[in-house]
């Protein structure tokens, strides 16, 4: 029942369903569990996102790759994506982490996710991951606008949000370590309309300031938009 | 001359030589150069590594593997595979780096490996990156003592210490940061006689020190364990 369907919405049948139901299998629920495989999913996922990304953009400098792929992986989009899969019909969890809601949990999610990556390229090699990939990020990687690539993280935040009619982010330092000639800024970006404080951190205030506007873009196309 | 050696030490003869001229192009030297490769061959170089370890160490648990591969795949590792491929002798730099012992530098080193894998994956897919990745890594990974993969990074690093008659390590909170319920520790482990100071951080004293110690379980294994 499981595989059949995820089956058809992954787009692979696994010659080991086995590895299938382990990278579904969260902790909770026993040693057979899908640790092992979400760090070889984790893996595969980073290198097939790189690669399609080279691939399409022949033209966007290596920082700005980095800063899409991170919005690509990171735990929103992959919980997003699961979701999308209908995965938490399919995740198995022990009896307190099902109870307290763990099925729809992005960590629990987005693991699962990128355990059944892994689990597909045990089953089957790079290839066989890469298409299932490439079908689970169809959209994402489809709606990736080239024209905000070259943009710093800053003005891109401020037009997506103008054009949503959203306020501006305020920024603010919140941290400075280090001694006199090594400072590490953190900055805290927040968007209270979106319910949004991203950090980021860099060795001047500008810097830290692009990398938090940076996370806040992440997390504010990851929350849908 | 430049691709017919280094084709013999990389054990890869690229289809188009012009990419291998590209990995070893750093950025001073001019616009065709080596950062997307990089980007690309770092993705490839990790899940080579995930993969090569998921399958020798079918045992060992996700957050060993993790760490491992950190220790295999960090700027000290590659800059040491670069020097043993002679890549110094090739890498192609600008006038002011090159003056300045570019050359020599482990981030340009490790860097130019990570664009040259990245190159053999541009020219001819992920298992002629492998068959490169696993040429070059070849020692390292039958180097790894599967012993010591069980244990916590303190315990490991003391042993090394121990077995190599060097004195044991300083362990010295450095930083308390955030509120109270959820302060980051920073933590650093000292050992003078390597003249290393290696910095760990957790969310407890304790997960800090480890985190340090493995840290500096790695720099000292790749300065000549």
Redesign the interface.
């Known amino acids: 029942m499981l595989s059949t369907t995820l089956r058809d919405r992954l787009g692979y049948a696994f010659r080991r369903p086995e590895l299938l139901a382990q990278a579904l299998t969260h902790r909770s629920c026993g040693a057979n569990h899908n ?2 495989l ?3 999913g ?3 996922l ?2 097939v ?3 399609a990304l ?1 691939e399409r953009f022949p033209a966007i ?2 920082g700005e ?2 800063r899409v792929r991170a919005s690509l992986v990171n735990r929103g989009t992959l919980a997003r994506l699961a979701r999308g899969l209908s995965l938490s019909d399919d995740v198995r969890l022990g009896e307190g982490e099902l109870k307290s809601g763990g099925a729809d949990r992005p960590s629990i999610l987005a693991d699962a996710l990128e355990a059944v990556f892994g689990a597909v ?2 089953d089957a090699g ?2 066989a991951a ?1 298409a299932v990939v490439e079908h689970v990020y169809a959209g994402e990687l489809a709606d990736i606008d080239p024209a905000a690539l070259g943009k710093d993280p800053k003005t891109r935040l401020q037009e997506w949000l103008q054009a949503r009619k959203i306020a501006v982010p305020d920024y603010a330092v919140t ?1 400075v ?1 280090g001694e006199a000639h090594a400072q590490t800024f953190t900055v805290e970006c927040r968007i209270p309309t979106l319910a949004i404080a991203a950090t980021g951190s860099g060795t001047n205030r500008r810097a830290a300031e692009q990398d938090a506007a940076a996370e806040a873009y992440a997390l504010a196309v990851a929350r849908g938009g």
Chains 1, 2 share one sequence.
């Open positions: 640790e092992r979400e760090f070889v984790d893996a595969v980073n290198c996102v790189a690669a080279f400098p290596e790759l980095s390229f045990v790079y290839d890469r941290l370590a």
